[in-house]
């Protein structure tokens, strides 16, 4: 089902580190050009990776038998949305308002942004493939609960797939931009 989107395994390149070596993850908070708009920013890929697991652990429940098939439509139709919706949001205005102001203060970024720009699409794919799939185990649960396992089935490496795309991406994203704000001491 996910072999066509390709989930990037390696790091950001060296030269894309080189504020990251100097600003560590575990000195963000603690600096003083880290602000409340980078603490929220930072607390909406929390909440799309515990998303991410939740539609995962949710369709294994259905699929061991342990989530009862009403149950589980009715909670991967509201974090299943939530999570599509709030993705799709959130890289509209990274596009717009956020990635700009990193490119402009700091033309280092545009590099890692062509890179960020490929997982976007990757990810775009994914997401769809999730809400064509669930919409499908959804629909089924109502018409013939046999062939909703069966879609469910299909959906669990979907969700698998999120899942790891988020963990690369939202890291790689974090470390190019974290950096970046705290250098120039943007966001403020």
Not at 5 to 13: D, G
Not at 66 to 83: M, V
Not at 103 to 124: S, V, W
Not at 164 to 174: I, V
């Amino acid at each position: 089902m996910n072999a066509d989107i390709e989930i990037r395994t390696t790091e950001m390149p060296a030269d894309m580190r080189i504020l990251l070596d100097a600003y560590p993850r575990d000195t963000w908070e603690a600096h003083p050009g880290f602000k409340e708009k980078t603490s929220n920013w930072l607390g909406a890929h929390v909440m799309f990776r515990q998303l991410a697991e939740l539609v995962r652990l949710e369709t294994e429940a259905y699929l061991e038998k342990l989530r009862d098939p009403d149950d589980f439509a009715a909670r991967l139709s509201r974090y299943g949305d939530l999570l599509v919706r709030n993705l799709h949001g959130h890289h509209t205005w990274e596009d717009k308002s956020y990635f700009p102001e990193l490119c402009e203060a700091d033309p280092r970024f545009e590099k890692g942004l062509e890179i960020l720009e490929k997982d976007h699409e990757a990810l775009d794919a994914t997401l769809f493939q999730l809400s064509q799939t669930a919409n499908r185990a959804i629909k089924l649960v109502q018409l013939d609960e046999a062939q909703a396992r069966e879609e469910a089935g299909k959906l669990q490496p979907v969700t698998g797939t999120i899942e790891s795309l988020l963990a690369r991406h939202l890291s790689d994203e974090e470390e190019l931009a974290v950096p970046i704000i705290l250098h120039h001491r943007l966001r403020g």
